[in-house]
T-cell receptor, first 118, second 109 residues
Framework: GAVVSQHPSWVICKSGTSVKIECRSLDFQATTMFWYRQFPKQSLMLMATSNEGSKATYEQGVEKDKFLINHASLTLSTLTVTSAHPEDSSFYIC??????????????FGPGTRLTVT | RKEVEQDPGPFNVPEGATVAFNCTYSNSASQSFFWYRQDCRKEPKLLMSVYSSGNEDGRFTAQLNRASQYISLLIRDSKLSDSATYLCVVNHNDYKLSFGAGTTVTVRA
């Protein structure tokens, strides 16, 4: 149980284009999803917290107009990287919080999306 | 100061050896603690939650020391498949997780 999928698993795009990444909880409902970014040999950095039906909460330093997040249903959140630039190349990972009695803080991660902007 | 700090390693150990490493966290109000495992170019996977009294899951033992604000992970009888990066993860009073940069463990035959 608690499986999270991401699509696409990797994408190469040209500078200036937009890329949409989908994150789905497959066998549970996720009221809260999180988007992370990880650069090589660095830790995961939280970009934003996404709650179903409301606006995402962005971490300091993350541009909300550049990284558009939509959490339209209890099983789907999307991250759109707008006007991508080479410095946006990174490993983007989503996670979902499954509300399990006694374990409210555990998060289940999607397999990640490797974005390369040329 | 980073919220979660880990010795990056790498720890290179032979099969069958015991390896242990720590992580420290800065926020004394932190409430939940986890060890995740991340393989190269893959997503993190929950290895174990860490409870106040310490807990064991097979060959893995986690300890929490709130007074000194550190968490440890010990791996006994290392297997080749234990080679990975181990992420120390801490939660405060909301649902956001703070990740350490990871400790790399390489188990050699």
């Amino acid at each position: 149980g608690a499986v999270v999928s991401q699509h696409p698993s990797w994408v190469i795009c040209k500078s200036g284009t937009s890329v949409k990444i989908e994150c789905r909880s497959l066998d549970f409902q996720a009221t809260t999803m999180f988007w992370y970014r990880q650069f090589p040999k660095q830790s995961l950095m939280l970009m934003a917290t996404s709650n179903e039906g409301s606006k995402a909460t962005y971490e300091q330093g993350v541009e909300k107009d550049k990284f558009l997040i939509n959490h339209a249903s209890l099983t789907l959140s999307t991250l759109t990287v707008t006007s991508a630039h080479p410095e946006d190349s990174s490993f983007y990972i989503c996670s979902a919080r499954a509300v399990i009695t006694g374990r409210p803080y555990e998060q289940y991660f999607g397999p990640g999306t490797r974005l390369t902007v040329t | 100061r980073k919220e979660v700090e880990q010795d990056p390693g790498p720890f290179n150990v032979p099969e069958g050896a015991t390896v242990a490493f720590n992580c420290t966290y800065s926020n004394s109000a932190s409430q939940s603690f986890f060890w995740y495992r991340q393989d190269c170019r893959k997503e993190p996977k929950l290895l174990m939650s860490v409870y106040s009294s310490g807990n064991e899951d097979g060959r893995f033992t986690a300890q929490l020391n709130r007074a000194s604000q550190y968490i440890s992970l010990l791996i006994r009888d290392s297997k080749l498949s234990d080679s990975a990066t181990y992420l120390c993860v801490v939660n405060h009073n909301d649902y956001k997780l703070s990740f350490g940069a990871g400790t790399t463990v390489t188990v050699r035959a």
